[in-house]
């Protein structure tokens, strides 16, 4: 069964730090391209940042802050760093496949004072 589990959401100062962990389980995880979107609230998801079998990584126009993303195959992990948050990152973030059409449940953060 594919399955995705988001963590390392949480409340944070502007100004803070979070790393987002997306933990991947059920198909052979290195093989594949997989997502982070981000969805708050009253506005439509958009696409925050892609990471690729080989490690090459796109993030969507429209999101001005580029958060670090990167992979670590042995742990089924992917890492979303996010540095320096201000208000506007607040959002729950999802992480999944297009290709299998699986997606987790989120993890959300609140950057507040």
């Known amino acids: 069964q594919v399955q995705f589990v988001e963590s390392g959401g949480g409340l944070v100062q502007p100004g803070g730090s979070l790393t987002l962990t997306c933990t991947a389980s059920g198909f052979n995880f290195p093989n594949y391209v997989i997502t982070w979107y981000r969805q708050s609230h009253g506005r439509e998801r958009e696409r925050v940042a892609q990471?690729?079998?080989?490690?090459?990584?796109n993030f969507a126009t429209s999101v001005k802050d580029r958060l670090p993303i990167s992979r670590d195959n042995a742990k089924n992990a992917i890492f979303l760093q996010m540095n320096n948050v201000q208000p506007e990152v607040t959002a729950r973030y999802y992480c999944?496949?297009?290709?299998?059409?699986?997606w987790g449940q989120g993890t959300q953060v609140t950057a507040s004072s």
């Open positions: 999944g496949s297009h290709t299998l059409n699986a």
């Open positions: 990471i690729t079998a080989g490690g090459s990584t």
